[in-house]
């Protein structure tokens, strides 16, 4: 059986909402430069995998200017997203600054998760049914290809014994 594009996109939302509430909650500056490069990488590697996946859709379909439009939406929020967690990453840790951009953040991917998971995908499923079969497949490879191209933000270290 195979996964439905909607459940993919799901689990990814609810992931990213479940790691901000993490975030709130995270003391040790390793939980906080850990679950807060989970954010970072999830999200960018979901918004971009997304766009790519659902522009692809349209340009090989005779999309409806309706489901175009709602495209267009999701991609507006996806940098909406982007901006907040510019603003998450450039505050400092616990301050008022930090919970407002966590705060934010969260709740701009529940109302994108929302929209998307209510109306976006609806749209493909009922309009382009041949479509949006095929967008789980290509939906879950674009993501790990985007998690491939992505680094931690962390430094990179080598333990002392691997490197002589």
């Known amino acids: 059986m195979t996964t439905d594009f909607l459940t993919l996109v799901h689990r990814d939302h609810d992931d990213l909402e479940r790691a901000l509430d993490q975030l709130l909650q995270a003391e040790s500056a ?29 340009t090989r379909s005779n999309s409806d200017r309706v489901i175009e439009a709602l495209v267009q939406d999701a991609h507006e929020q996806h940098v909406a997203q982007e901006k907040a967690l510019a603003s998450l990453v450039s505050s400092r840790p616990h301050s008022p600054e930090w919970r407002d951009s966590i705060q934010r ?15 976006i995908l609806p749209a ?5 049914p041949k479509v949006y079969e095929a967008l789980a497949g290509e939906f879950a490879t674009e993501r790990l290809r985007q998690l491939a191209m992505l680094q931690p933000s962390g430094p990179i270290s080598i333990p002392e014994r691997a490197a002589s």
């Open 30 to 58: 390793v939980d906080i430069r850990t679950t807060l490069d989970g954010v970072r990488l999830g999200l960018t590697a979901h918004a971009e995998a997304e766009d790519i996946v659902l522009y692809q859709a349209l």
């Open 105 to 119: 953040l969260r709740d701009l991917v529940h109302d994108h998760a929302e929209q998307e998971e209510s109306r």
């Open 124 to 128: 493909f499923r009922e309009l382009m």
